[in-house]
């Protein structure tokens, strides 16, 4: 059975520029979550979607925005990047409590 | 204060050694809980899920305090590939959001 999916896996964007990065949730799995992950700190929640409906958003500005679609796959969109905005971006599946993360994908601002 | 503390160590032992990571919450609503590995570069993946009182999975225990709201993480007879940054989680009820430490990091040596 595939594991979460994410695409792409490595991408460098410039400061104002937008990224849209997607993520395959396990087959089955309703819920959809996104983090992100700065070098030595935990994932921080940013969404989670469950059966297209938001049911949750982390401390993050407007420029992020989510959305997920009938096949239970998501996106994740980030408007005028910031350097900051560099990190490892999460999504993780779940059909009850625990959730599988996919193997991220690596955000470079420059 | 944050929402989980983690020691972020390193915590350097050697191979055969027994070694435990504690780590607190502040939200007392919190009915799951669970403890996540991490290799450098690489997704978090699901080590142990901890429902009630405790969990053990081989060399791995973990233990739940609620009064005192703490998990603990022991890892008996350490491994060389035991080495990587341990993750701990919890979610509250009906949110099925883990929110995350920002880990310990285990260097196991010979």
């Known amino acids: 059975d595939a594991g979460v999916t994410q695409s792409p896996t490595h991408l460098i964007k410039t400061r104002g520029q937008h990224v849209t990065l997607r993520c395959s949730p396990i087959s089955g799995h309703k819920s959809v979550s996104w983090y992100q992950q700065v070098l030595g700190q935990g994932p921080q929640f940013i969404f989670q979607?469950?059966?297209?409906?938001?049911?949750g958003r982390g401390n993050f500005p407007d420029r992020f925005s989510a959305r997920q679609f009938p096949n239970y796959s998501s996106e994740l969109n980030v408007n005028a990047l910031l350097l900051g905005d560099s990190a490892l971006y999460l999504c993780?599946?779940?059909?009850?409590?625990?959730?599988?993360f996919g193997q991220g994908t690596r955000l470079t601002v420059v | 204060r944050k929402e989980v503390e983690q020691d972020p160590g390193p915590f350097n032992v050697p191979e055969g050694a027994t070694v435990a990571f504690n780590c607190t919450y502040s939200n007392s609503a919190s009915q799951s809980f669970f403890w996540y590995r991490q290799d450098c570069r690489k997704e978090p993946k699901l080590l142990m899920s901890?429902?009630?009182s405790g969990n053990e999975d081989g060399r791995f225990t973990a233990q739940l305090n609620r009064a005192s709201q703490y998990i603990s993480l022991l890892i008996r007879d350490s491994k060389l590939s035991d080495s990587a940054t341990y993750l701990c989680?919890?979610?509250?009820?009906?949110?099925?959001?883990?929110?995350f430490g920002r880990g310990t990091s285990l260097i196991v040596h010979p």
């Open positions: 901890v429902y009630s």
């Open positions: 993780a599946s779940s059909q009850n409590t625990e959730a599988f």
């Open positions: 979607y469950y059966e297209k409906e938001e049911r």
């Open positions: 989680a919890h979610a509250s009820g009906g949110s099925y959001i883990p929110t």
